[in-house]
Nanobody, 127 residues
């Protein structure tokens, strides 16, 4: 069973940048889309960004489009989330997850299509 470990969160000021990383281990061979999701206190989990196995297709939530960039390095079994111009409303626990194996260009914004959730990394943005 896959294990996903997130890192890179922290406490920053509005306008700062952070890069989150998620390393996968124990995965069997296949093409897995991956995604970043977040949950803040009192709110439901939301999809932030997802990316296909080949990196050619990605989804971004409207609230982060133009500020966040998802990327992946399959050789390192790692997916990244570069977050620029952070805002207080970005404060949340960020989780990564992966899909079941599909073709290399598949991706989805639907968090229910993902699993193997990591423990999350806290991002706090002060104003």
């Amino acid at each position: 069973q896959v294990q996903l470990v997130e890192s890179g969160g922290g406490l920053v000021q509005a306008g700062d940048s952070l890069r989150l990383s998620c390393v996968a281990s124990g995965r069997t061979a296949g093409s897995y889309a991956m995604g970043w999701f977040r949950q803040s206190s009192g709110k439901e989990r939301e999809s932030v960004a997802t990316i296909s196995w080949n990196g050619g297709r990605a989804y971004y939530a409207g609230s982060v489009k133009g500020r966040f960039t998802i990327s992946r390095d399959n050789a390192k079994n790692t997916v990244y989330l570069q977050m620029n111009n952070l805002k207080p409303e970005d404060t949340a626990v960020y989780y990564c997850a992966e899909s079941r194996p599909y073709d290399s260009s598949w991706y989805s914004q639907d968090s229910s299509r993902y699993g193997g959730w990591g423990q999350g990394t806290q991002v706090t943005v002060s104003s």
